[in-house]
């Protein structure tokens, strides 16, 4: 994994600029629920990307979520309140599915029938 120092330091100066200007705003809304910052591990053979994954559970004191394995992600996160920054990997089963499924797409048109809000 290759940091860039500026995009890093720019992200970080980005997040602390919307915190800042959210405190000073009170009456600009926030979400109702929880927020998710990820990090998406660069696609390479799943064992790559899963270490890459292990080092930043590592360095984040965290467990990779066992949950997630069932649909082929590979995922740890740390909470920070409604705060949640996860870092993982999409595994090749789980592309490999997303793709069979993407080939459908424009194939089937649903018919669209109106629906009566009355």
Known sequence: MSVD????TAFIT??????TFLEANP???VPR???TIGYCAER?????MC?????IAALCGTKIDSGALAHDHYLTALHFGPVRY???AILADARARHEAFSTYHGCV???HTAVSTA
Request: glycine share 4%; aromatic share 6%; no cysteine.
């Open 5 to 8: 120092p500026d995009h890093r």
């Open 14 to 19: 980005g997040l602390r600029r919307l915190a």
């Open 27 to 29: 009456e600009v809304p």
């Open 33 to 35: 629920y929880s927020t």
């Open 44 to 48: 390479t053979a799943d064992a790559e």
């Open 51 to 55: 270490a890459e994954i292990d080092r």
């Open 86 to 88: 996860e870092a993982f």
């Open 109 to 111: 048109i649903p018919d």
